[in-house]
């Protein structure tokens, strides 16, 4: 069954801490997106890649980082020196042949 | 960035056709029109998307003004199901060929029976 996986879907986080959110792949795409979602908004990009070993920050990097050491994998660790962590992530795909973007199903992250 | 203007929320009755106006006056000639849907804590559900012509797929139909300033998304005939919030979306595109979608605030579209 071909999609886009997040986990956890949900996660807790004590002030201080850093946390990975995981995003998985299994649709070849080449390019991959993360996405913030705050309560009542639309999503904000945080960082994108283009291919492996690439990335690139998107409106929002602040306090976040990433790696794309594999096609398959998106990983975005939500550092503390992000302000305000707590919202929804949302981690997307793109096919550069149908130019359709999939949607994992969201972390929701709640700092404590 | 382009953006896109859409009304905070709507409502339709089952089995009537739901059109979603969406706005996006600055667009550039090159950026695509997507429309994605959101039903409450999951992730957004594409749509359909187009250029400059008319499109249609099983899930509805996209209309296009000539001067691409405005667009309307066509659920032919809505059901409880198609209750979620509706993102226009403009596909900007950024250096080395990369590509982001730029979301706006969305339509609560509400179908009532």
């Known amino acids: 069954d071909g999609g886009i996986t997040q986990s956890p879907k949900y996660l807790f986080r004590k002030e201080g801490q850093n946390v990975t959110l995981s995003c998985e792949q299994n649709?070849?795409?080449?390019?991959m997106y993360w996405y913030r979602q705050d309560p009542g908004q639309g999503l904000r990009l945080i960082y994108y890649?283009?291919?492996?070993?690439?990335?690139q920050k998107g409106d929002i990097a602040e306090g976040y980082s990433v790696s794309r050491e594999k096609k398959e994998s998106f990983p975005l660790t939500v550092t503390s020196a992000q302000k305000n962590p707590t919202a929804f992530y949302l981690c997307a795909s793109g096919s550069a042949v149908s130019g359709i973007w999939y949607f994992g199903p969201g972390t929701r992250l709640t700092v404590l | 960035d382009a953006k896109t203007t859409q009304p905070t929320s709507m409502d339709c009755a089952e089995g009537r056709a739901a059109n979603l106006p969406c706005n996006h006056s600055?667009?550039?000639?090159?950026?695509?029109v997507y429309w994605y849907r959101q039903i409450h804590s999951q992730g957004p559900q594409y749509i359909i998307h187009?250029?400059?012509n008319n499109e249609t797929n099983e899930m509805a139909s996209l209309i296009i003004t000539e001067d691409r300033k405005s667009s309307t998304l066509i659920l032919p005939h809505a059901t409880l199901r198609d209750t979620a919030v509706y993102y226009c979306i403009v596909r900007v595109l950024l250096r080395q060929g990369a590509q982001k979608l730029v979301f706006g605030q969305g339509t609560r579209l509400t179908i009532n029976p």
């Open positions: 649709l070849n795409h080449d390019a």
């Open positions: 890649s283009q291919i492996v070993n690439d990335f």
């Open positions: 600055t667009i550039s000639g090159n950026e695509y």
């Open positions: 187009g250029l400059k």
